[in-house]
């Protein structure tokens, strides 16, 4: 099947710890987002990438870095300089063009602080 | 900041149709209206979207006013599964960038 995976589906960090998230797509899709959603509200941008090894920051890109090494995979790092990191955490996937593609989203991995 | 403004929350009875409201008054000509639903800690999931016309898809309705300043989603026959979090977002590319806002979260009651 075709889709987006994120794992683990559940990440716990210490104080000061880098953690990072796995997000993996086989859509063939060019473009890759990494959102955070705090309770109760909608989603924010962290980061994105359009293309291989290339990448953009997002609304709140502080704190946290990415790597897209690969067309399929696009890992997030949530580092110590991030403050506030628990939160849930969404990948989607999209393949940019006139404006009518959609973005398809993975399950999520919700990380919490220690 | 979202460039939309959606009811915080609504509710129908199963089988009935919900229509889902969207105010977007600042919308410019070369931007598309999206749907997308979000069910408990589930990742979002596209509907539909539109640009002028009216569209129909196996998921609902999307009903756009002839101004474009605002829009309706209908879900025809509501069950219990539709409970979620609705977003309505306008956006020139999606795969640029979505501005989520805080939805309408719809409860479907039995």
């Known amino acids: 099947d075709g889709g987006i995976t994120q794992s683990p589906k559940y990440l716990f960090r210490k104080e000061g710890q880098n953690v990072t998230l796995s997000c993996e797509q086989n859509?063939?899709?060019?473009?890759m987002y990494w959102y955070r959603q705090d309770p109760g509200q909608g989603l924010r941008l962290i980061y994105y990438?359009?293309?291989?090894?290339?990448?953009q920051k997002g609304d709140i890109a502080e704190g946290y870095s990415v790597s897209r090494e690969k067309k399929e995979s696009f890992p997030l790092t949530v580092t110590s300089a991030q403050k506030n990191p628990t939160a849930f955490y969404l990948c989607?996937?999209?393949?940019?063009?006139?404006?009518?593609?959609?973005?398809?989203f993975g399950p999520g991995t919700r990380l919490l602080v220690l | 900041d979202a460039k939309t403004t959606q009811p915080t929350s609504m509710d129908c009875a199963e089988g009935r149709a919900a229509n889902l409201p969207c105010n977007h008054s600042?919308?410019?000509?070369?931007?598309?209206v999206y749907w997308y639903r979000q069910i408990h800690s589930q990742g979002p999931q596209y509907i539909i979207h539109?640009?002028?016309n009216n569209e129909t898809n196996e998921m609902a309705s999307l009903i756009i006013t002839e101004d474009r300043k605002s829009s309706t989603l209908i879900l025809p026959h509501a069950t219990l599964r539709d409970t979620a979090v609705y977003y309505c977002?306008?956006?020139?590319?999606?795969?640029?960038?979505?501005?989520f806002g805080s939805g309408t979260r719809l409860l479907v009651r039995p």
């Open positions: 990438s359009q293309i291989v090894n290339d990448f």
């Open positions: 977002i306008v956006s020139m590319d999606s795969s640029y960038k979505l501005i």
């Open positions: 989607a996937s999209s393949m940019p063009g006139q404006g009518q593609e959609t973005q398809y």
């Open positions: 600042t919308i410019s000509g070369n931007e598309y």
């Open positions: 539109g640009l002028k």
């Open positions: 859509l063939n899709h060019d473009a």
